[in-house]
């Protein structure tokens, strides 16, 4: 049968039941949101001669729990108008109206004689054939549908969703005895195709996939952090950024999550796990038992293995229990690192450390390679769903199997070895089968070792993706420093940059004319996109600094010049350009969004021309462009100056949309032109189906604009009375004026002495020429500096 959902209804309204609602209103579904009613009146509301009958009091958990949920910090919505999709309620009044919706999600507190009363009222009200889901995240699927009807259990399973719900990615569907398959297989394409999750169909197991192997791995880390001598800060630096893993690493991660959560979790494994090889290692150590008593559970209760106090951040002293100054840590073996920009291409040369780092990672991939390998069948058959767990739920960019296959397998096996364990006896008969690795690349797609067939299988779902990692030299047509040209198939090239950070110098600037190039003389159009954590951070400054510092004016006007006429071929080529963003969409990457004939945005996409951060404006045609849309959208005398005020404060005030939606309030995106993929695996496949439509609908090269209207004096005077009152009000510095004026000059189209039309080239030209005289200030030049050294803009 064919399955919609159109709305939703979450039972708990916690953090975690809120965070679900957002992440259905985010992507267009209806939500009701229910939660209990209160037993006793607030003084407040006592106070206001309320009761308990009262519906603002019946109501007051909800709505304060959605309320608080909307507020923090990351937000769990697209954007705040999104929240008007969700409607709350209480479960004593409004229950019957789950009779209305697609699907219901039980959110409530980790008890199981609460979730089975939940359950009862549940059935009193759903109609035949809608969803049941529970968000447990350790609670048995099998003991919660007990006692309910058949077409209950059919539908019914768990559905773990990760907290925060809209950015990790993992979604757990844990099937219960009689659910269907057809559930099983809509929920597994539900969560890929419109939630933008990585569907992973678990088995009814102790904490499932995730959560069994990263409780095990931040375990072992506890333990293991007492037995080497290592502070926490030395654990931190050796498991964050440097081996793909959040820069939160362990113990902040901890700090983050709650340390109260966690333990849960273990307690629970370690309970309803005793044939565990590893059972005891879920025993919590000494140093968590004492913090659990003072309640010291990271950033909720204040402090945790860190704390701060002022300015000053101190961490936790596992031996005297006492806080300290926080220390750096580092390690030669890490240094050994630097040059190697993939953590995939790192492992090789970290298990190789001759110092405590290097005993630290053989230790710690000894034995996690050695449980996640003895966790087959026991929590899934299929290797890969395994990998994708951790990636998606804790972060990691690669999982413990191809962190393994990177090391190699006979070495794993022989640090293995080492520690005193051995792998499961399915591996050592891969590699007598032939294997000699857990994943193989062909024909474009990602292969895994099948253990019952003892053969090489296509992992399941790709189909709808398009892998660069998977095609990038085997459909190679052309590359460069910085950046390489795919064939995507069916006359669609695809540009992926491969500088540092994806910074926009030189090499990628060539690199887009010859895609376009390319393109125009043999192909059909061009997606310029990739798959590594940001799309760009902008253009490259260094170069520019360099330039500047040497006062080598004539070449970077050159350089400014070469940017812009790049912008302007991927608007003015003769073929569909469609820009693929994502993640960090800094200055020069936005410009080219900007230019495209089409954006297919992730909906994690953060977006903005940041350049007022380093002391300059947009100049690859930016500013140009922001002058251009308000221009566009001019009506009437009397609001053009409100409208180019809008656009001139975008760029001004550095605005960085928090999400792809977001990026349409800013006029960065355009309605009705550009879109949103919310799963990112998705969005080269989709950008690539964009620039095929335009191709076949017949593209035509657009003709350049000549008719821009821009407003002069009128808007000039308004703009440097404004930025005068910024600055005798302290809000600006005497710099940040100076930078806000030329901008001013260059989105009024100059000082001319009435509203006229000019040319896309008049526009370019006026920031070329302001981009260039704020490199010659001092005061630039100190911001780019502190931006390269600190990594964080200068207020001077």
């Not at 499932?208 to 990263?214: A, D, L």
């Not at 936790?316 to 040059?339: G, H, I, N, V, W």
């Not at 710099?735 to 002495?753: E, P």
């Not at 920031?767 to 030049?781: G, P, Q, V």
């Amino acid at each position: 049968m064919k399955r919609t959902i159109k709305k939703v209804a979450v039972i708990g309204s916690g953090i975690m039941g809120s965070g679900i609602a957002c992440h259905f209103a985010n992507i267009g579904v209806e939500v009701l949101l229910l939660d209990i009613v209160p037993r006793e009146l607030t003084e407040a509301e006592a106070k206001k001669g309320l009761t308990l009958e009262s519906k603002i009091v019946r109501n007051r958990l909800v709505n304060e729990h959605l309320a608080n949920s909307l507020k923090s910090k990351p937000s769990p919505i697209y954007n705040q108008k999104f929240a008007s999709r969700i409607t709350t309620g209480n479960t004593t009044d409004d229950m019957a109206k789950i009779a209305n919706v697609d699907w219901i999600i039980e959110v409530v507190v980790e008890r199981l004689d609460i979730k089975k009363m939940v359950f009862e009222q549940i059935e009193k009200f759903r109609k035949p054939g809608t969803l049941v889901t529970s968000n447990t995240s350790g609670i048995p699927i099998h003991f919660m549908s007990e006692g309910r009807s058949d077409d209950f259990q059919k539908h019914f399973c768990g559905t773990h969703f990760f907290n925060p719900a809209r950015y990790l990615k993992l979604f757990e569907i844990i099937p219960g005895p009689q659910t269907a398959t057809e559930v099983l297989d809509f929920l597994t394409d539900y969560g890929s195709k419109f939630l933008g999750k990585t569907s992973v169909v678990a088995k009814d197991t102790p904490a499932f996939i995730g959560n069994r192997i990263g409780i095990y791995g931040i375990q072992s880390l506890f333990h293991l952090v007492k037995e080497m001598g290592l502070t926490i800060e030395e654990v931190d630096k050796l498991t964050g950024p440097v081996i793909g893993r959040p820069k939160s690493a362990t113990f902040r991660t901890v700090d983050v999550v709650g340390l109260d959560t966690l333990v849960h979790v273990a307690n629970g494994i370690y309970e309803n796990c005793p044939n565990d090889e590893q059972h005891d290692l879920f025993k919590l150590p000494d140093f968590v038992n004492k913090m659990m008593e003072n309640k010291w559970l990271g950033s909720k209760t204040g402090q945790g293995f860190y704390k701060k106090v002022d300015k000053d951040i101190l961490s936790l002293d596992l031996d005297t229990l006492e806080y300290r100054p926080a220390k750096k840590a580092s390690f030669a073996t890490l240094e050994l690192t630097k040059t190697i920009d993939k953590p995939i291409d790192r492992f090789k040369v970290l298990v190789k450390g001759k110092d405590k780092a290097g005993e630290f990672y053989r230790k710690s991939f000894a034995g996690m390679f050695a449980y996640v390998s003895n966790r087959i069948p026991e929590i899934t058959d299929e290797l890969y769903k395994i990998d994708d767990a951790m990636k998606a739920g804790f972060g990691w960019e690669n999982g413990p199997f191809e962190i393994w296959d990177a090391i190699g397998v006979e070495k794993g096996i022989e640090i293995m070895k080492a520690e005193g364990l051995e792998p499961a006896a399915w591996v050592t008969d891969m590699l007598t089968s032939g294997s000699s690795s857990f994943y193989t690349i062909k024909e474009g797609a990602t292969f895994f070792y099948n253990i019952p067939t003892k053969s090489q299988t296509k992992v399941p779902g790709q189909d709808s993706f398009i892998i660069l990692n998977n095609i990038r030299e085997s459909k190679k047509v052309w590359s460069n420093s910085g950046a390489i040209i795919q064939d995507l198939g069916d006359g669609i090239l695809n540009l992926e940059f491969q500088s540092k950070m994806n910074t926009i110098g030189g090499d990628v600037l060539a690199a887009i004319n010859k895609a376009i190039d390319l393109s125009e003389k043999e192909y059909q159009g061009l997606v310029i996109g990739n798959q590594a954590a940001n799309f760009s951070v902008g253009a490259n400054i260094g170069m520019i600094f360099m330039m500047a510092v040497e006062q080598e004016y004539d070449e970077l006007n050159m350089a400014i010049k070469m940017f812009q006429d790049t912008m302007m071929r991927v608007r003015y080529s003769g073929i569909p350009v469609v820009v693929a963003p994502h993640g960090m969409t800094f200055g020069g990457g936005c410009e080219m969004s900007l230019h495209a004939d089409k954006v297919v945005a992730a909906a994690e996409t953060y977006m903005g021309l940041v350049e007022f951060g380093v002391g300059v404006i947009p100049g690859g045609g930016g500013s140009k462009e922001m002058a251009l849309r308000a221009a566009d959208l001019f009506h009437k005398n009397d609001v053009e100056l409100n409208v180019l005020q809008e656009y001139f404060l975008t760029i001004a005030m550095a605005k960085v949309s928090t999400s792809g939606y977001e990026a349409f309030d800013t006029g960065l995106l355009q309605q009705g032109k550009d879109i949103i993929v919310v799963n990112k695996d998705r969005q080269i496949a989709e950008a690539k189906k964009h620039a095929l439509l335009m191709a076949e609908a017949g593209y035509t090269q657009p003709i350049r604009r000549s008719d821009v209207k821009v407003l002069g004096k009128q808007a000039l005077g308004m703009f440097l009375v404004g930025t005068d009152q910024m600055e005798a009000g302290k809000y600006i510095s005497e710099h940040d004026k100076k930078i806000a004026n030329k901008l001013a000059y260059v989105m009024a189209g100059g000082d001319l002495s009435e509203p006229t039309l000019v040319t896309e080239q008049y526009l370019l030209d006026l920031e070329r020429e302001a981009f260039l005289s704020l490199c010659t200030e001092r005061k630039t030049l100190e911001r780019i500096q502190f931006m390269l050294t600190k990594g964080k803009p200068l207020r001077n």
